[in-house]
């Protein structure tokens, strides 16, 4: 069974800063990965994808992720935070070799980013 | 958001009430998707339509009803809901190539937000 951890509840960075928040994952086969985040009230955004290729994926509003195949991670990152930021960020994934459509979601993150 | 739009936005109802949601996506996709929100939780999948056929059910109480009568539109029927069904209800649509879901990616609508009392 696939799974996704999202080890911190809550990532509190200042502005300006560089902002890290956690994904690791297990599938059975090749990972299909995704980050999404929520504002208050609203529904899910989608950020980012990584399927294959390029390790580094670049994706909206500045940010970009990192794949990392021998620690089974996919950690979502910005250079330089805005308080705007701020919102819940979700991590997904999908092991493509058992097909059909179940993204697996971790629990959150919330980021919180401050003047 | 305007992709994928979710009405209504907020829903009270008691537990002997019948009430429906309603999704509606205008990005020509070919698949939709009930999800499940609630506080401290992964997001929790209900249903999936594809081609407006239900391809997964996972476990989700008769209490739910869900329904799609073209690829634009679902509808999640309720009745005789229990507090506990208090959530954030999502809706998602993507597009599925005919040679399988690989590269699809889900776009959601605001949600709504549902008390049963």
């Known amino acids: 069974a696939q799974s996704v951890a999202q080890p911190e509840d809550q990532v509190n960075v200042a502005e300006g800063n560089p902002l890290t928040v956690k994904c690791t994952y297990s599938v059975s086969g090749n990972p299909y990965l995704f980050w999404y985040v929520q504002y208050p009230n609203r529904g899910l955004q989608f950020l980012l994808k990584y399927i294959t290729g390029d390790n580094l994926v670049k994706g909206s509003y500045g940010f970009e992720a990192e794949f990392n195949k021998s620690q089974t991670s996919f950690h979502l990152k910005k250079p330089s935070a805005l308080v705007s930021d701020s919102a819940l960020y979700f991590c997904?994934?999908?092991?493509?070799?058992?097909?059909?459509?179940?993204?697996?979601f971790g629990t959150g993150t919330q980021l919180k980013v401050e003047l | 958001e305007t992709g994928v739009t979710q009405t209504p936005r907020h829903l009270v109802m008691g537990m002997t009430n019948k009430k429906s949601l309603k999704c509606e996506q205008h990005?020509?996709?070919?698949?939709m998707y009930w999800y499940k929100q609630s506080a401290k939780k992964p997001l929790e999948l209900m249903f999936v339509y594809s081609l407006e056929e239900r391809v997964e059910n996972n476990s989700v109480p008769s209490r739910f009803s869900p329904e799609c009568p073209n690829s634009s539109h679902l509808f999640l029927h309720l009745h005789t809901l229990q507090p506990e069904d208090s959530a954030l209800y999502l809706c998602?649509?993507?597009?599925?190539?005919?040679?399988?879901?690989?590269?699809?990616?889900?776009?959601f609508g605001p949600g709504t937000r549902l008390t049963v009392l």
């Open positions: 998602a649509s993507s597009s599925i190539p005919s040679g399988g879901a690989v590269t699809d990616t889900q776009y």
């Open positions: 997904a994934v999908r092991d493509i070799t058992g097909g059909g459509n179940k993204l697996t």
């Open positions: 990005l020509g996709h070919n698949a």
